[in-house]
């Protein structure tokens, strides 16, 4: 009968090993991976610094700034603009955005950093434009969009996209600088 229950206490402290062992591995790797950052793995913070440049036959005519601050491995964006109704039925209204919409992400790369850049850039077409056909005719609305992707120069600006507008003699072109923030 001794040796039943010594069989039975060795089987049932073998089981708790078994258990005890998986159950604190997983806690120590919780716990390693809810500690602070340390220096080796400290996050990189960067400012970006947008300019959108209007031209026209090479001269600049008009410009935006725009800025974000954003850390490595990491994306952001802002978004400046107004939500217009346009009548969609009859009494139902769909609203539409324009202005402007900014994405950016930076990711660590093995030859420095890669900025991926999206931008949306809308506004109302001249008055003159909207009056074609008749007085209670939707707004016109001109659009650019441009998306890049690209090694960031940190600390020099870069030209990472432009359009023509197809219905004048003006370009568009997206500029951004990337500083690393101490």
Same mark, same amino acid.
């Given at each position: 009968m001794n040796k039943k229950?010594?069989?039975?206490?060795?089987?049932?402290?073998?089981?708790?090993?078994?258990w005890s062992v998986p159950v604190s591995r997983a806690q120590e790797q919780s716990a390693?991976?809810?500690?602070?950052?340390?220096?080796?793995?400290?996050?990189?913070?960067?400012r970006l610094d947008f300019v959108v440049s209007e031209m026209e036959d090479g001269k600049k005519i008009n410009s935006r700034q725009?800025?974000?601050?954003l850390n490595a491995n990491d994306g952001n964006g802002l978004k400046? #603009?107004?939500?217009?109704? $346009?009548? =969609? &039925?009859?009494?139902?209204?769909q609203y539409v955005d324009v202005g402007t919409n900014l994405r950016a992400?930076?990711?660590?790369?093995?030859? #420095?950093?890669?900025?991926? $850049?999206? =931008? &949306?850039?809308s506004n109302f077409a001249v008055p003159e434009a909207t009056r074609t056909c008749g007085v209670n005719t939707p707004p016109l609305i001109r659009q650019m969009q441009?998306?890049?992707?690209?090694?960031?120069?940190?600390?020099?600006?870069m030209v990472v996209g432009s359009v023509d507008d197809p219905n004048s003699k003006r370009q568009f072109q997206l500029e951004v600088t990337v500083t690393r923030l101490r």
């Open positions: 229950i010594v069989v039975g206490l060795a089987r049932l402290l073998v089981i708790s090993l078994c390693a991976e809810t500690k602070a950052p340390t220096s080796e793995s400290s996050i990189d913070a960067y725009y800025s974000m601050n400046i #603009g107004t939500r217009i109704p $346009v009548e =969609a &039925e009859q009494g139902k209204f992400h930076l990711k660590d790369h093995a030859n #420095g950093m890669e900025l991926q $850049v999206g =931008a &949306e850039i441009i998306n890049a992707s690209t090694l960031a120069v940190i600390g020099k600006p």
